[in-house]
């Protein structure tokens, strides 16, 4: 069995992986998304 300690270490790690993911999940679709808008010449 798993210590507090342990454990804490363990859940974190999966956060900061799900998190890291998640985050560059959505950088990939942002720049799939905006590379066809870029020919208006205009940001955003």
């Known amino acids: 069995m798993l210590t ?4 804490t270490l363990l859940l ?6 799900l998190g890291s993911v998640f985050v560059w999940m959505v ?3 942002e ?5 066809p ?5 205009r940001i955003g």
Do not use: F
């Open 12 to 17: 974190l790690a999966v956060v900061i992986g």
């Open 31 to 35: 720049q799939t998304m905006s590379r």
């Open 4 to 7: 507090a300690p342990e454990l």
């Open 27 to 29: 950088w990939e679709i």
């Open 37 to 41: 808008h870029r020919k208006g010449g």
